[in-house]
């Protein structure tokens, strides 16, 4: 069965406040989907909470502007009283900012702007809201449009001293309070102003100015202590907007701007100027697409080619390194059968002279043999025979194949070695010990020949690829600098501007998709101006479709607000 209040349709509940619910509500009689609010049941009993409930209802009721929330009907059911309002689709600025963390800058001031109008307007109706802050304030589209609601101890500005009297607590929430509210004095519009102050200082630096562990001490602060200075999160924030910020938050209100027509005349000047940096691109650094898509296909490039050639130096480099592996094991199995008899026979001078043969060659850097007890019989390096062969460490050996194995060694000056060991065989009998080192020299040379060769190929593809890229992406900046300029003159009301270029790729659609836009505005333009021109004056000859309009000079500010921005 369906819930109702009077001729309302509730349909679920949407949230509670301290004093209120809200319910999802429905209007058969014109088949509207609204917000209902009703007092909760612990205060609808007393009149006093009954009183201040109402009051919104009255303040908000008479204000009919774009940043208010809508009243559509107000009254009492059963002892409930309700206002039926305009369900705002859209959170409120303080999930907002938690959502999106920091905001940008302009929108930070559209969201001021709005407030300022708003109050502003409210204010010239004489009713102040006297509870500003970013629960009250529902943003209803990313972009940043925003409506002030809650208007639960809103005052009309000829009813302030009954109000005043009436009340015996202090409306506000701390944080968001002037030092006027706190005292108890008589507020108008300069107290709500004094809040939006906070809520701009808490958006510019993602906290309140004053904070405190206890709700004595954060008065006291607000009413004693100085501004701490804002530290914005955004390090381009415009000084002037902080000079804003500063002069709101005055405790002494007359220093305060004082309407919110006055802070939105300087808001607007400090819109105006950074929209005016963005359309120059003063004040923001980017790196043009010259820049940055060389720099990455350069990068892509340099780390895919390096990755390629470091595999092939690392397949070549072990192919080298088995070649050399399966010369220095041939070679001493070789020698090894060549020198079996001989050790057989204990020949030394075979042995020796063997050995010494080998020696002669370019890349053997020592020769030795040993008999089965380990003393050497022959060795290249002119060892005293008899002398022990001295012993080969595991940790040293790269390879073993059957009975050979291959050891990597180095002498005293660094010189790397390979070192091959193999034993001497009679008929399956071993004799001894034939030992074999290699000089790497010649391969560490081919491979450095071979990284050599790899880099240049490197340097010779990214050369390629920097021209490559940089010419290209310079193709690309030229059209979008001519279409950057003829979207600048749109901004400017001159809808003459066509972009007369012709390509054969996407960007000849993107100068017709301009071209259509600029021949639809001045033709909108043109209509505008002869409606006006027949309707004041039949016979005047036309107007240009286009024209220059000087701007008004700025109004007289009040003396405690900040010196205009600069561009």
Same mark, same amino acid.
């Given at each position: =069965?369906?819930?109702?209040?009077?001729? +309302?349709?509730?349909?679920?509940?949407?949230?509670?406040?301290?004093?209120?619910?809200?319910?999802?509500?429905?209007?058969?009689?014109?088949?509207?989907?609204?917000?209902?609010?009703?007092?909760?049941?612990?205060?609808?009993?007393?009149?006093?909470?009954?009183?201040?409930?109402?009051?919104?209802?009255?303040?908000?009721?008479?204000?009919?502007?774009?940043?208010?929330?809508?009243?559509?009907?107000?009254?009492?059911?059963?002892?409930?009283?309700?206002?039926?309002?305009?369900?705002?689709?859209?959170?409120?600025?303080?999930?907002?900012?938690?959502?999106?963390? *920091?905001?940008?800058?302009?929108?930070?001031?559209?969201?001021?702007?709005?407030?300022?109008?708003?109050?502003? +307007?409210?204010?010239?109706?004489?009713?102040?809201?006297?509870?500003?802050?970013?629960?009250?304030? @529902?943003?209803?589209?990313?972009?940043?449009?925003?409506?002030?609601?809650?208007?639960?101890?809103?005052?009309?500005?000829?009813?302030?001293?009954?109000?005043?009297?009436?009340?015996?607590?202090?409306?506000?929430?701390?944080?968001?309070?002037?030092?006027?509210?706190?005292?108890?004095?008589?507020?108008?519009?300069?107290? &709500?102003?004094?809040?939006?102050?906070?809520?701009?200082?808490?958006?510019?630096?993602?906290?309140?100015?004053? *904070?405190?562990?206890?709700?004595?001490?954060?008065?006291?602060?607000?009413?004693?202590?100085?501004?701490?200075?804002?530290?914005?999160?955004?390090?381009?924030?415009?000084?002037?907007?902080?000079?804003?910020?500063?002069?709101?938050?005055?405790?002494?209100?007359?220093?305060?701007?004082?309407?919110?027509?006055?802070?939105?005349?300087?808001?607007? *000047?400090?819109?105006?100027?950074?929209?005016?940096?963005?359309?120059?691109?003063?004040?923001?650094?980017?790196?043009?697409? #010259?820049?940055?898509?060389?720099?990455?296909?350069?990068?892509? @490039?340099?780390?895919?080619?390096?990755?390629?050639?470091?595999? @092939? !130096?690392?397949?070549?480099?072990?192919?080298?390194?088995?070649?050399?592996?399966?010369?220095?094991?041939?070679?001493?199995?070789?020698?090894?059968?060549?020198?079996?008899?001989?050790?057989?026979?204990?020949?030394?001078?075979?042995?020796?002279?063997?050995?010494?043969? =080998?020696?002669?060659?370019?890349?053997?850097?020592?020769?030795?043999?040993?008999?089965?007890?380990?003393?050497?019989?022959?060795?290249?390096?002119?060892?005293?025979?008899?002398?022990?062969?001295?012993?080969?460490?595991?940790?040293?050996?790269?390879?073993?194949?059957?009975?050979?194995?291959? !050891?990597?060694?180095?002498?005293?000056?660094?010189?790397?070695?390979?070192?091959?060991?193999?034993?001497?065989?009679?008929?399956?009998?071993?004799?001894? #010990?034939?030992?074999?080192?290699?000089?790497?020299?010649?391969?560490?040379?081919?491979? *450095?020949?071979?990284?050599?060769?790899?880099?240049?190929?490197?340097?010779?593809?990214?050369?390629?690829?920097?021209?490559?890229? +940089?010419?290209?992406?310079?193709?690309?900046?030229? /059209?979008?600098?001519?279409?950057?300029?003829?979207?600048?003159?749109?901004?400017?009301?001159?809808?003459?501007?066509?972009?007369? =270029?012709?390509?054969?790729?996407?960007?000849?659609?993107?100068?017709?998709? +301009?071209?259509?836009?600029? &021949?639809?505005?001045?033709?909108?333009?043109?209509?505008?101006?002869?409606?006006?021109?027949?309707?004041?004056?039949?016979?005047?000859?036309?107007?240009?479709?286009?024209?220059?309009?000087?701007?008004?000079?700025?109004?007289?500010?009040?003396?405690?607000?900040?010196?205009? /921005?600069?561009?």
């Amino acid at each position: =069965m369906a819930i109702t209040l009077g001729r +309302y349709i509730l349909r679920g509940e949407l949230g509670r406040g301290a004093m209120s619910v809200i319910h999802r509500g429905y209007d058969p009689r014109i088949r509207r989907i609204l917000a209902i609010k009703t007092l909760r049941a612990e205060y609808a009993a007393h009149e006093a909470h009954r009183h201040r409930f109402l009051t919104e209802a009255r303040a908000a009721g008479t204000l009919t502007h774009p940043g208010i929330v809508t009243i559509f009907d107000v009254g009492v059911v059963n002892g409930v009283p309700f206002i039926a309002m305009e369900l705002l689709d859209g959170p409120t600025l303080e999930s907002f900012v938690a959502q999106h963390k *920091r905001l940008p800058l302009r929108t930070i001031l559209r969201i001021a702007m709005q407030i300022a109008d708003a109050l502003d +307007y409210a204010h010239r109706e004489g009713v102040i809201h006297q509870d500003i802050k970013p629960e009250n304030i @529902v943003v209803t589209s990313d972009s940043g449009n925003v409506k002030l609601t809650d208007f639960g101890i809103a005052r009309l500005r000829h009813t302030a001293q009954e109000t005043l009297a009436e009340e015996q607590t202090i409306a506000g929430t701390p944080h968001f309070m002037s030092p006027e509210q706190i005292r108890g004095d008589e507020v108008d519009g300069r107290s &709500d102003l004094y809040s939006l102050g906070v809520v701009l200082y808490w958006l510019l630096s993602g906290d309140t100015p004053f *904070r405190a562990d206890n709700v004595h001490e954060l008065l006291r602060k607000i009413l004693t202590e100085p501004l701490p200075p804002p530290k914005p999160l955004d390090p381009a924030t415009p000084q002037a907007l902080l000079d804003v910020v500063r002069t709101l938050l005055d405790r002494d209100p007359t220093e305060r701007y004082q309407t919110g027509a006055e802070l939105l005349e300087d808001l607007q *000047r400090i819109d105006d100027a950074l929209a005016e940096q963005e359309r120059n691109w003063q004040g923001r650094r980017f790196i043009s697409l #010259r820049l940055s898509w060389t720099a990455i296909m350069s990068v892509l @490039v340099a780390v895919t080619v390096s990755a390629g050639l470091g595999w @092939v !130096y690392h397949r070549q480099n072990e192919a080298m390194t088995r070649l050399a592996y399966d010369y220095g094991l041939a070679l001493t199995e070789t020698l090894a059968l060549e020198s079996a008899e001989d050790l057989l026979l204990e020949d030394r001078i075979a042995l020796q002279a063997l050995v010494d043969e =080998m020696a002669r060659k370019r890349d053997i850097a020592h020769v030795s043999i040993s008999d089965r007890s380990g003393q050497l019989v022959a060795s290249s390096a002119g060892s005293a025979s008899g002398a022990a062969q001295g012993p080969l460490s595991e940790a040293q050996r790269v390879a073993r194949q059957g009975h050979q194995a291959i !050891y990597s060694i180095s002498d005293g000056e660094g010189r790397a070695y390979f070192l091959f060991d193999t034993p001497v065989l009679y008929q399956n009998h071993e004799l001894g #010990r034939l030992r074999l080192s290699m000089s790497t020299a010649a391969l560490q040379a081919a491979n *450095r020949a071979t990284m050599t060769a790899l880099i240049a190929v490197l340097l010779a593809t990214l050369a390629t690829v920097l021209v490559g890229v +940089y010419m290209l992406s310079r193709r690309l900046v030229v /059209p979008i600098e001519i279409l950057r300029r003829a979207l600048g003159q749109i901004a400017q009301g001159r809808f003459d501007k066509r972009i007369r =270029m012709r390509r054969n790729d996407e960007f000849e659609r993107l100068f017709s998709a +301009y071209n259509a836009m600029a &021949d639809s505005l001045e033709a909108r333009m043109f209509s505008a101006h002869s409606h006006k021109r027949n309707a004041a004056a039949p016979n005047v000859p036309p107007a240009p479709a286009t024209r220059l309009v000087d701007a008004p000079p700025p109004r007289t500010r009040h003396h405690g607000k900040p010196p205009a /921005p600069s561009g």
